[in-house]
């Protein structure tokens, strides 16, 4: 009983120094999560340091602040696009678009080959002879499309 009381008469430090332990653990436990619960445990600290509150209702601003704040944080991460410095990390055939290049082999049924940079690539596109000078257009998964200059 002697705890419970002792937290009763502590109550905002409590809070704010379990919103401070959450806060040290996210450096630990990676996911965000954490940062936000801490977050939530010291808002409900200053909120009971002002203003005296039952625990009852202490507890539920706590997992109202603390649920409200992790869906606000996964909504607008989830809708930001992720900003890359190598956005053509997994996509090689997609930073190729836009380039001009010399036809090595000739393209015959529709297909051919094509020396970019440390790769020979499948290209498709319209019959042509070897020495035409070509634009990428697009891809196909690994198949660059092409078209005559």
């Known amino acids: 009983m002697a705890l419970i009381e002792f937290l009763a008469a502590n109550a905002p430090w409590a809070w704010i120094i379990a919103g401070l332990i959450l806060l040290a653990l996210e450096l630990v ?9 801490g977050i ?15 625990w009852p209702f202490q507890w539920l601003m706590f997992g109202v602040l603390g649920v409200l704040a992790i869906v606000i944080w996964t909504r607008w991460s989830r809708g930001r696009p992720s900003q890359s410095d ?3 990390l ?22 051919g ?6 790769s020979v ?18 891809s196909e998964g690994a198949v660059l499309l092409v078209e005559a200059i």
Do not use: H, K
């Not at 436990?29 to 619960?37: A, C, I, S």
């Not at 090689?92 to 380039?99: C, E």
């Not at 690539?121 to 697009?138: H, K, L």
């Open 86 to 88: 190598r956005p053509y």
């Open 121 to 138: 690539w499948r290209i498709a596109g319209p019959d042509m002879p070897a020495g035409q000078r070509i634009r990428i257009t697009g």
């Open 40 to 54: 939530a445990g010291l808002i409900t600290g200053l909120v009971v340091l002002f203003e005296p509150i039952a």
């Open 113 to 118: 080959r094509l020396a970019l940079g440390d």
């Open 29 to 37: 436990v990676p996911g965000g999560y954490l940062l936000w619960l």
């Open 90 to 111: 997994n996509r090689r055939a997609d930073s190729f678009v836009g380039q001009e290049a010399v036809l090595e082999q000739p393209i015959a049924g529709g297909f």
